[in-house]
């Protein structure tokens, strides 16, 4: 297993914390405002996959050719 990333995993309470709240609210404005953040550019349905190297592989893939399109559309 590895480890991406150097948040901390918040706990899980009974009663919501108002800052973790105001954290999350603010992640998620900040996520909608990069220029692809409207959407993932995975098309919509159900995928198989035999291997996770695969999933990985489609991912990626998908991920380029939105991010092209992208910057071709920014022209």
């Given at each position: 297993m590895r480890t991406v990333g150097h948040r901390k995993e918040r706990p899980i309470s009974?009663?919501?914390s108002a800052a973790f709240l105001?954290?999350?609210?603010?992640?998620?404005d900040e996520i909608h405002r990069l220029p692809t953040?409207?959407?993932t550019g995975i098309p919509k349905g159900v995928f198989h996959f035999k291997t996770h190297e695969?999933?990985?592989?489609h991912q990626a893939e998908c991920l380029v050719r939105y991010m092209a399109a992208?910057?071709?559309a920014r022209r």
């Open positions: 009974f009663s919501a105001a954290e999350g609210a603010r992640f998620n953040g409207q959407s695969d999933a990985n592989r992208a910057a071709l």
